[in-house]
């Protein structure tokens, strides 16, 4: 097996990248309720053939998700893991970020106010409070006994919590669209499947080629899926309503391979020759595939995926040049808590959120809704989400898939 060479350490400039996503994501996500802001501060509507910053803040973290694939993969093997045992532990990861994912769509939309049982701002309390129950990671001096329980009261909250879930027309709980996590948790599971069978392979040039081979794949199932849309196939066409889940997991691969590039022993003497070149390909793909299909977030498009990946690669290089190269690092520390502790920054404004509208608490004062000082705000926002996420984290709350 072509297993990565790799020791099990944190590579500094992904954790800034990381780091970076997050705090972008959390910051967007705020402005996302703030009105007369500049268009290119928004998303795109899917039929507008183009994509703002804003539209690359998700496809960033699977590319990130991609490039810290091979370091933990590595990390599992130096244990000892066996293959199967790697393909469980990332079926696993990927069932709880779909999970999360789904409770989490269900806490914004789908349910019915007056037919709950209890408020749905509790509800999405409580279910924070199980996920975190699951998965939080415990200190090693705490018993078995205590760290079993939690866990399984929490799996036993989530049950409840989905039984008393009421949608229109006495519905239950739907997977609607996935939610962020649950399509990383997608992207995620496909992309790790791909990249353990290609540790198979003799040479990291091979791995490489089947790498590129399997994400162009990926984007041709694209195609694929559009064209049998309409043809009243059962199974195709529930396939092809997921077709995002293949572009995504394209972008989680293009990570996995810059990461080849930059961190494999075998690579790494000729990393900024081949980052450059995969660089370049890339782009080109980009421009040709815009050709044919629009750019499209929420149509997951190829030609938005294959900038996504272009605009990543630009940025990562940057980052790293900056960080590992010229040693310029002082300001990586506001972003450390998000790098380290990703999930748990990604879920504390939702926490906080439904926390005060339990009270009826709205955190955001009226003259903070429009224009720039809602802009202001949104950043502040970001800002002080991460200093929270830095103190949970030194008080030992992390949150661990």
Known sequence: ?????????????IDVFRGITIFTMVFVNELAGISDVPQWMKHYPADVDGMTFVDLVFPAFLFIVGMSIPFATQARFSKGDATQDVLKHVGLRSLALIIIGVFMVNAESGYLAEAMVIPISLWTLLMFGCVLLIWSHYAKTLSPLV????????VLGLLVLWGLYRG???????????????????????????????????????????????????????FMLDAIKGQHIPILE???????????????????????LFYHPGLQSFG???????????GLLAFISWEFTPISKIWATPSWTLFSVLFCCIIFGLIYWLVDVYKKQAWCKLFEPAAVN?????ILPYILLSSLALFGIRLRPEFFNAGVAGILWSLAFAIVIMFIGAGLTRLGFRLKL
């Open 168 to 222: 229109p027309d006495d519905t239950g709980m739907t997977p609607q669209w996935w939610g962020i996590l649950g399509l990383i948790g997608w992207a995620y599971l496909i992309a790790s499947v791909i990249y353990i069978a290609s540790c198979h392979c003799p040479t990291p040039l091979w791995q490489l080629i089947t790498l590129m081979g399997s994400a162009i794949l990926l984007l041709a199932i694209f």
């Open 272 to 282: 900024q020759q081949h980052y450059f070149i995969f660089t370049s390909v890339v």
């Open 1 to 13: 097996m072509n297993q990565l060479a790799l020791a099990a350490r944190r590579i500094l400039s």
């Open 342 to 346: 990703p999930l748990l920054v990604y």
């Open 238 to 260: 529930t396939l092809a309503a997921n077709n995002g889940n293949h572009t995504h997991a394209a972008i989680v691969l293009g990570g996995v391979i810059l990461s080849l």
């Open 147 to 154: 760290v079993n329980g939690g866990k399984i009261l929490g």
